[in-house]
């Protein structure tokens, strides 16, 4: 009788050890899986910080719509069909030109066409033609987005002006806020130019704000969200451009409610938002 007691008790404890074993190994298993989907969105928040290098922009933001589905459509055209001769007769040689290949190009809905057109015309020395360029490239929404984030920094304030306002028009048509930041923070983590940065970071703090109130009914993944956006900008700040620094600055005071008092405080304050308290 003893024997089959002590077996039974070997037997209990044998199987308590399995279950307590494949516990452990559970919680293990699932730790990095959840440490894996966090570190995957901050890389795509971050992307234009000192995360990742860029050679140009429109890399940058290339690279946050590669995921993204975009509706590829164009929106029209200038004057379809119209005669060159007439439009463009005031314009000599290479602009002419230039000109002229960007009108076909919508004629034929091709952005690819468009795209290389555009690409020799922002070279031009006629700002007039420059913007031609912007206008042809914003008919095609936010398939053009990284073509227009290079146009927001030219030196005639008109053509730069016409490239944020398609710029703006095209973000506009990404479904999704957290799409949107990414392409955001793509931008305002590359460009230099103070005036597009400034702009930018409105659609920035617009497109964070509306990312982290869709949490709102979970304020564990709302408080994980807003901990992404910051350091986000944070990346920014330490990503070496004393320009892009100032601007994230000043947004991280819009999205945390408190004043940029350096890094030091920004990790405090990523460390347990909900208590930080300024110094």
């Not at 990095?32 to 995957?40: L, V």
């Not at 030109?97 to 070279?123: I, N, P």
């Not at 398609?166 to 931008?187: K, N, P, T, V």
């Amino acid at each position: 009788m003893k024997k089959y007691w002590k077996l039974a008790v070997l037997l209990v404890l044998a199987v308590a050890a399995v279950l307590v074993w494949r516990g452990v190994g559970s919680s293990k298993d699932a730790k990095p899986a959840a440490d894996k989907t966090s570190a995957e969105t901050g890389r795509r928040l971050r992307r234009g910080g000192r995360k990742q290098t860029f050679a140009s922009p429109a890399e940058a933001v290339r690279t946050a719509l590669k995921d993204v589905k975009i509706e590829k459509k164009v929106r029209g055209g200038w004057v379809s069909g119209a005669d060159p001769d007439r439009m463009y007769a005031h314009l000599k040689g290479a602009d002419r030109q230039m000109a002229e290949a960007l009108q076909q190009g919508l004629d034929d809905s091709d952005f690819t066409r468009v795209a290389s057109a555009a690409e020799a015309a922002l070279k031009s020395e006629n700002p007039e033609v420059r913007e031609l360029a912007v206008d042809a490239l914003g008919w095609f929404g936010a398939e053009a987005l990284p073509e227009l984030t290079m146009c927001m920094a030219d030196p005639d304030e008109d053509v730069a002006q016409a490239a944020m306002n398609q710029w703006e028009q095209g973000l506009a048509e990404i479904d999704g806020s957290f799409d949107r930041l990414s392409i955001a923070a793509a931008a305002l983590g590359t460009i230099t130019d103070a005036n597009a940065l400034e702009s930018l970071s409105g659609h920035f703090s617009n497109a964070a704000t509306e990312y982290i109130d869709e949490a709102e009914d979970d304020e564990n993944k709302a408080l994980e969200r807003r901990v992404e956006v910051v350091q986000a900008l944070l990346d920014i700040i330490e990503g070496g451009n004393a320009v892009r620094a100032r601007q994230a600055m000043e947004t991280y005071d819009d999205i945390t409610g408190s004043r940029w008092l350096g890094v030091d405080e920004a990790e405090k304050y990523l460390r347990d938002p909900d208590n930080y308290e300024e110094p």
